[in-house]
């Protein structure tokens, strides 16, 4: 059996927004001749694309074309695609008698009668169901294909739009955390010349407790020293550097593996928190790179349903 091309079964539309949620679900029936065709979609976040497909045994042939059509349409996420149909009444009555069969049966219902003690009549109900003597005339699935595959068109349709939508929430909270980011790394910006006073005064303290004498040349040497080792204005101009990167894909019209690279920013910028706490020498410092790691944490677990 020949089916139709993906390309005839529907028209495909462009994308109108950049961040797709994968987690979504879609549903659509229609009558189709004498059946009624039902197609549900369920999606959920997955590293890649995974396309499960299940259908009536007589629509199997469509496997191929279902996941090329998926595939067409979705990046990333698992995905079930779920074909049901039913057959209406009217179907049963264009039922007809194969005549050849019902001979044939009649015969051995004859043979048998000779051979039983006592009397065994089958009623007519009894005979009609028997396999073969009703011929239901079943619906051409060389026709039915394209159908079914338009149909599947709209679900995916209506699958990517709820993705869309959700996408868009989820756009607009790392929107917002991105910012909180921003005012934590500017604000972390303007300590750090109260930071480099505050280790001045509290090493010229710690030596007046030790009795210590210390002319101001080896003070500011010392002073030198501590700073360079707790200097944050690398990890500070990363994060500012992966924080631009961010908004800007929120940005942007692209919609090319835009959750894979939302990750490895996630990942980024959690590696320059981390370098940040473990240079903090005061307790503003900590603070702000705990605040960091918190909202970091939070996008990245938004980021993970992003296609």
């Not at 462009?14 to 961040?19: C, V």
């Not at 595939?71 to 179907?91: M, N, P, T, Y």
């Not at 410092?285 to 938004?302: F, H, N, P, S």
């Amino acid at each position: 059996m020949s089916y139709l091309l993906i390309a005839q079964a529907g028209l495909y539309f462009e994308a109108k927004i950049m961040i797709y949620s994968m987690t979504a679900f879609a549903r659509h029936d229609k009558k189709i001749t004498n059946s009624s065709f039902t197609w549900e979609i369920r999606s959920v976040n997955h590293r890649y694309l995974e396309t499960t497909v299940r259908v009536p045994e007589e629509f199997r042939a469509l496997e191929t074309l279902v996941r090329q059509q998926v595939a067409a349409q979705l990046k990333r996420g698992k995905v079930e695609c779920i074909l049901s149909f039913k057959q209406h009444d009217q179907a049963e009555a264009n039922a007809k008698i194969n005549e050849s069969v019902l001979k044939n049966l009649d015969q051995l219902c004859q043979q048998a009668s000779h051979l039983l003690i006592g009397s065994h009549q089958s009623s007519l109900l009894d005979v009609l169901r028997w396999p073969g003597v009703l011929e239901v005339v079943t619906p051409d699935l060389e026709s039915l294909s394209k159908d079914i595959l338009v149909l599947l068109d709209d679900t995916l349709h209506d699958l990517v739009e709820t993705r869309a939508r959700e996408g868009e929430k989820l756009a607009n909270a790392l929107r917002d955390r991105n910012q909180s980011m921003l005012e934590i790394v500017v604000e972390l910006r303007s300590h750090l010349p109260e930071m480099l006073n505050w280790v001045r005064e509290r090493l010229s303290n710690r030596f007046e407790e030790l009795n210590l004498q210390l002319d101001q040349d080896r003070l500011e040497q010392e002073i030198v020293l501590i700073a360079t080792k707790t200097d944050v204005e690398e990890e500070l101009k990363r994060l500012e550097t992966h924080i631009e990167e961010v908004r800007r894909i929120l940005a942007s019209n692209e919609t090319k593996a835009v959750g894979r690279r939302l990750d490895f920013l996630m990942q980024e910028l959690n590696r320059e928190a981390n370098t940040l706490c473990s240079k903090s020498m005061d307790q503003k410092t900590t603070a702000a790179g705990i605040d960091l790691k918190v909202l970091i944490e939070q996008m990245r677990e938004q980021v993970q349903n992003i296609e």
